[in-house]
């Protein structure tokens, strides 16, 4: 069985530019989970997605938006790029009311 | 205040040593999460606890819900255990996960 996947592995921007991240979870899974991981600091929480709804958003700006498709799979879209959102964006997969995720690999986000 | 908190920040230690990492948390819970990521970055999940205690080879983890407290302990460390331990909690119809920051293990042969 698959994993969780993402793409692209690295994306190198500049500040101001947008950059959109995809994630595929493990078939079967109808729960989407994007997390951030910055330089020195632990993973926070940006957002769920389940069945192609947003459930739930962490503290974020609007500019950290997604979406979900009808086929589970999921975008991570980042607007007006600052250096600060340089960081290890990870998604994960589960299934709604079950507690476990499924972690991808990551996309590893430079913004000069 | 975090509410998930980890300790040791950082542990180092010697190849065949018995390690602890602690978790305590300050929120309630539907479930208890222990997390290692190597430097690539990737996240594999170890333990996914909702009371007791759970093993999986040389890897224990417990859970104490009335004290809102969790160990991870790795008996016989090995150098390939090195990597960053996570402790995170789930809170049922949020989704989300919450972890702490987690906990730097180095393994010297």
């Known amino acids: 069985e698959a994993g969780v996947t993402q793409s692209p592995t690295h994306l190198i921007k500049t500040r101001g530019q947008q950059a959109t991240l995809r994630c595929s979870p493990i078939?079967?899974?109808?729960?989407v989970y994007w997390y951030q991981q910055a330089l020195g600091l632990g993973l926070q929480f940006l957002l769920w997605?389940?069945?192609?709804?947003?459930?739930n958003r962490g503290n974020f700006p609007p500019r950290f938006s997604g979406r979900q498709f009808p086929n589970y799979s999921s975008e991570l879209n980042v607007n007006a790029l600052e250096l600060e959102d340089s960081a290890l964006y990870l998604c994960?997969?589960?299934?709604?009311?079950?507690?476990?995720?499924?972690f991808g690999p990551g996309t590893r986000l430079t913004v000069l | 205040k975090n509410e998930v908190e980890q300790s040791p920040q950082n542990l180092t230690a010697q190849e065949g040593e018995f390690i602890t990492i602690n978790c305590s948390y300050s929120?309630?819970?539907?479930?208890l999460h222990w997390l290692q990521q190597h430097p690539g970055g990737g996240i594999v999940s170890l333990f996914m606890?909702?009371?007791g205690k759970k093993k999986h080879g040389r890897l224990i983890a417990t859970i104490n819900i009335q004290e809102k407290h969790s160990s991870l302990h790795i008996t016989a460390s090995h150098p390939r255990d090195s990597a960053v331990y996570i402790c995170?909690?789930?809170?049922?119809?949020?989704?989300?996960?919450?972890f702490g920051k987690g906990t730097k293990l180095s393994v010297k042969p």
């Open positions: 994960a997969s589960g299934t709604s009311g079950r507690n476990e995720q499924f």
């Open positions: 078939s079967g899974h109808t729960s």
């Open positions: 997605y389940d069945e192609g709804e947003e459930r």
């Open positions: 929120v309630g819970i539907s479930a």
């Open positions: 606890l909702s009371s």
């Open positions: 995170a909690v789930s809170r049922g119809s949020q989704g989300n996960l919450i």
